[in-house]
């Protein structure tokens, strides 16, 4: 099986290039041949038990998406695109990158004939939601984005469902959870202080906190997100019908949650860290924002998580990141 990975070296596309490395296989299907793909290029893997293409550039250019399927990978995992803020700030570049480089993708693939239809998983996110909102979000809510960043990914969900039901491809989008807690350095992801008031106390570093202990959100640590991206490129989409849209399980808490969360595991000394600044722009973003789902449809489906308490969420960061260890 030939893998392509759009957005290769993100920090979720990293992490499932290792598992696929690591597996050497997708399903019940080995793996012949990686494709990895970024506007920056991935990390070559050292000695890998199959071909692996690395690839750097633009993919929303003409041409670029036929160039990347030019090798007819039978799997593909769509998960790049400019994050939240970005998107915000930037309306020419969000919808560039986050529509119309989704759109050419599938249109490569639509037009590339000899009976070419592969499984498209791509990554969208619960910003497809916006208030007004019920308590726990059903899976027959509306999508109704308040931000381009939702906006965007809406329509490239109502593409790829279009697009399966035609039989171009075979397409599934996963709307994430706000990934947490994130490894490495703060991006520009609106969405980004949750992490990073964990992360960097855990560090022994300051974090700034620009929203209220009260705001509500939805989380899942990046190992539930290479599940779900696992899953969802092996299930039997027969199963989902033409709705090919889902909304990933989670875990709804509020801000004041994960500091308790982080006294518990870490102590007092650590939460101490975190310093309460608050940020008109980041809050404005937020109260725009789901804070719980039902997840119904995707557990039915078999997606499941990781973790069953942000107490978990931690533990999970400290032993996939910190090597169990952290700045007491």
């Excluded at 793909?37 to 041409?63: L, M, Q, W």
């Excluded at 400019?82 to 570049?93: H, N, P, Q, R, T």
Aim: hydrophobic share 45%.
């Amino acid at each position: 099986m030939h893998v392509l990975v759009l957005g290769a070296a993100g920090m979720v596309g990293r992490k499932l290039v290792e598992r696929l490395l690591g597996d050497g296989r997708l399903g019940k299907a080995d793996i012949t041949k990686m494709t990895l793909h970024d506007v920056v290029a991935p990390a070559k893997p050292e000695r890998p038990g199959f071909p692996v293409d690395v690839h750097a550039g633009d993919f929303a250019i003409p041409r670029a998406a036929e160039r990347l399927i030019a090798g007819r990978p039978e799997v593909i995992f769509h998960l790049a695109a400019i994050v939240s803020g970005e998107a915000e700030l930037d309306f020419d570049k969000g919808y560039r990158i986050n529509l119309d480089g989704t759109r050419m993708l599938i249109d490569a693939i639509r037009l590339a004939g000899g009976g070419y239809k592969p499984r498209l998983v791509f990554t969208s996110s619960i910003a497809v939601f916006g208030a007004p909102f019920p308590e726990a979000i059903g899976d027959e809510f509306f999508h109704t984005p308040l931000l381009s960043y939702g906006t965007q990914k809406a329509i490239g969900e109502l593409l790829i469902s279009d697009y399966s039901r035609r039989g171009f491809l075979d397409g599934i989008s996963i709307r994430l959870p706000t990934i947490c807690i994130r490894p490495g350095l703060p991006n520009k992801a609106a969405s980004g202080f949750f992490s990073n008031i964990l992360r960097e106390p855990l560090a022994g570093k300051e974090a700034i906190l620009p929203v209220a202990e009260t705001v509500r959100h939805w989380h899942a640590t990046p190992r539930s997100a290479v599940g779900f991206l696992l899953h969802a490129a092996t299930m039997d989409l027969a199963a989902a019908g033409p709705r090919r849209g889902l909304t990933m399980p989670g875990l709804s808490a509020t801000v004041g949650e994960q500091i308790a969360a982080l006294k518990r595991v870490a102590g007092e000394k650590v939460a101490a860290r975190i310093k309460r600044e608050p940020d008109p722009f980041i809050m404005g973003i937020v109260d725009g924002w789901p804070r719980n789902f039902e997840a119904r449809r995707a557990r039915q489906l078999g997606f499941t998580t990781a973790e069953d308490s942000f107490d978990d969420i931690i533990r999970i960061h400290i032993e996939d990141e910190l090597g169990g260890n952290f700045v007491a």
